[in-house]
């Protein structure tokens, strides 16, 4: 599951990913995200295979806000 993408977590500890898109549509959805990037000018759009397991890295530079809903 792809809690980066959609998680419900309002009942507790375990996510739920019932209301998540099917994975043929995220996928899509994230290609089109992609393509927007690119058509912007972002300087650097990195992407791997959707839905694979990767070993990623990130460095936070800056204020980071995250925002769960309930």
């Given at each position: ?19 998540a898109l099917e ?37 936070n530079d800056g ?8």
């Open positions: 599951p792809q809690f980066t993408l959609f998680a419900d977590t309002r009942k507790g500890r375990r996510p739920e990913f019932s209301s994975p043929q549509a995220a996928s899509a959805l994230c290609d089109a995200f992609l393509s927007e990037l690119r058509a912007a000018g972002i300087a650097e759009v990195r992407y791997g295979k959707f839905g694979a397991h990767m070993q990623v890295a990130l460095e204020p980071v806000t995250i925002m769960l809903e309930s």
